[in-house]
C-alpha cells in the first residue's frame, strides 16, 4: 500500500470523514488483531482491546501528524502509530491481570523453569518437519502459546512483533518507545527463554491415520 | 570467538542485524562448531513454530460491535463538518473536534495515552478495582455492625410468659378459619376443568408416561 495514499485516508479521517475511517480500519484491523491475539488467549478480552485501540486512535485522531514526506523519521507511520495504542493497551491489560494472579493459588505452583535444560529430544522428527503440519494439531499450538506464556508481556511483544509482524528493530523500538538496543538484547533473551520453554516441552506425537 | 559469545549473536544474526565483521565471526564459529550451529537451528524452528500459529481474523460481528462503540463514544457536539458524501461505514462519525475534548496522545515519541477516562466498558474495567475496594469495605463494615447488634443480649421473657402467649394464640384460632379460607380463596382456574373432555384425557395420558 503506497504510504501517500494512506497519508490521504488518514487526513480523510480527521477530516471526519467515516469513510476513510472504516477504510483504515479494514486496512490494519487485521494486523492489530493479530498482535493482540498472541499476547491474550482470552479471546472476548482480545476483542475488547481491539476495539479499545480503534476506539482511541478516533478519539486521539485530531493530534496524529502524518509522516511527511514519507519517510520522515520524526513521525510514526499510522499502522506504527496504531500498534502502539494496541500495545500500551494490551501490556496495560496483562499487568493488570497480573496483579491479581498475585493472589491465585496458581501463583504458588512450582515453575517448570527451574527444571535443568537438557537440549534432548528438541528436534522434530522427520515426518515433522513441516511445521505447519505439527501446528495441525491442536496441543502443538498450546505447546507454542504456552511456551510464549512464560515470557513476560513485554518481551512476548517484542517477540511477536519481530517474528510474527516481520517488524523491523527500528519500528519495533519506535512503538515500544525503547533504543534499538534494547529491542536487540531482548528479542535475544526473549529467543533464549522461549528456547528453553518449547525444550522443556516437547512436541506432540502424531497419530498415524490407518 | 566462544559458544556463549556466538549464541549471544545468534539473534541478531537470525534478523540480518550484525555487522559485516561480526557476521563473519559468526559464519566462522558456525561452520566449526556443531553446538551452535544446532543452537540456531533451534532458533528458526521457533521462528518458524511462532509463524505458523493461526490468523486471527476480524469478523463482521467485531466490526459491528466496533460501530456501535464508536457511535455511544459520540459526544453531543454538533458536527462542524458537513458530510461529503453517503459512507458505506455508517458508525464511524466522530468528529475530530468533537474528539478533542480527550486527552490527545503523544506522538513522536512518546507513547499513547494511558487508560482515562471511563466512557468505554474497558475503561470503566480498569477503573473499578478501586470501586471494589471500596464496596468491599463497606460490606465489611455493615458485617461487622450487624454482628454487634446481633451480640446485644435479647430481652429477658420468662417461660410462663412465652407459654400464656402461644396459649392465648392458639385460643384465638378459629378451627374452621382454615378450611374456609381456603375455600374462598382457592380460584377456580387452579383446579382443572374436566368439562372439556379432550384435556381431561391429555391429562391422564401425560401422568401415565410420567
Not at chain 2, 385460643?171 to 380460584?187: A, C, F, K, N, Q
Request: glycine fraction near 4%.
Amino acid at each position: 500500500m503506497p504510504e501517500a495514499d494512506e497519508i490521504q485516508l488518514v487526513r480523510r479521517a480527521k477530516a471526519g470523514e467515516q469513510e476513510a475511517f472504516g477504510l483504515l480500519v479494514q486496512r490494519h484491523g487485521k494486523a492489530v488483531l493479530n498482535l493482540i491475539d498472541k499476547m491474550i488467549r482470552d479471546r472476548n478480552i482480545v476483542e475488547d482491546l481491539w476495539q479499545e485501540t480503534f476506539v482511541r486512535a478516533l478519539e486521539n485522531l485530531h493530534s496524529y501528524e502524518p509522516r511527511t514526506p514519507p519517510g520522515n523519521e520524526t513521525s510514526p507511520s499510522f499502522v506504527s502509530w496504531l500498534y502502539r495504542i494496541a500495545s500500551n493497551l494490551t501490556l496495560d491489560e496483562l499487568r493488570r491481570r497480573g496483579r491479581w494472579r498475585m493472589f491465585s493459588w496458581s501463583s504458588l505452583k512450582p515453575q517448570r523453569t527451574d527444571e535443568p535444560d537438557t537440549g534432548e529430544d528438541y528436534d522434530l522428527p522427520a515426518d515433522q518437519l513441516d511445521t505447519v503440519a505439527v501446528l495441525e494439531s491442536r496441543e502443538n499450538i498450546q505447546r507454542v502459546r504456552q511456551a510464549l506464556a512464560t515470557l513476560t508481556p513485554e518481551w512476548r511483544m517484542m517477540l511477536i512483533m519481530r517474528e510474527y509482524q516481520d517488524l523491523p528493530y527500528e519500528e519495533i523500538a519506535e512503538i515500544l518507545n525503547v533504543p534499538i538496543g534494547t529491542v536487540r538484547s531482548r528479542l535475544a533473551r526473549a529467543r533464549e527463554q522461549l528456547r528453553v520453554a518449547l525444550l522443556q516441552s516437547p512436541p506432540q506425537k502424531r497419530k498415524a491415520h490407518t | 570467538m566462544t559458544c556463549q559469545h556466538c549464541q549471544e549473536l545468534l539473534s541478531p544474526h537470525l534478523d540480518s542485524v550484525l555487522s559485516h565483521e561480526e557476521e563473519q565471526n559468526v559464519l566462522a564459529h558456525l561452520a566449526q562448531c556443531m553446538g551452535c550451529a544446532k543452537y540456531l537451528s533451534q532458533l528458526e524452528q521457533n521462528r518458524q513454530l511462532i509463524r505458523a500459529l493461526p490468523m486471527a481474523e476480524v469478523t463482521n460481528v467485531m466490526e459491528a460491535q466496533l460501530r456501535a462503540r464508536v457511535q455511544s463514544s459520540k459526544p453531543a457536539l454538533p458536527a462542524p463538518v458537513p458530510q461529503a458524501q453517503v459512507s458505506l461505514v455508517e458508525g464511524f462519525k466522530v468528529q475530530s473536534q468533537q474528539s478533542a475534548i480527550r486527552l490527545p496522545p503523544p506522538l513522536g515519541g512518546n507513547p499513547p495515552a494511558p487508560p482515562v477516562g471511563g466512557q468505554s466498558a474497558l475503561g470503566a474495567r480498569w477503573h473499578s478495582w478501586p470501586m471494589l475496594s471500596f464496596g468491599t469495605v463497606a460490606t465489611c463494615a455493615a458485617s461487622l455492625l450487624f454482628y454487634f447488634a446481633m451480640m446485644q443480649a435479647p430481652p429477658k421473657v420468662s417461660a410462663e410468659e412465652v407459654v400464656a402467649s402461644m396459649d392465648q394464640l392458639i385460643g384465638s384460632l378459629d378451627p374452621d378459619e382454615g378450611e374456609r379460607v381456603i375455600t374462598e380463596e382457592t380460584p377456580d382456574e387452579v383446579m382443572p376443568d374436566w368439562s372439556d373432555e379432550t384435556d381431561r384425557e391429555l391429562f391422564e395420558n401425560e401422568n401415565e408416561q410420567n
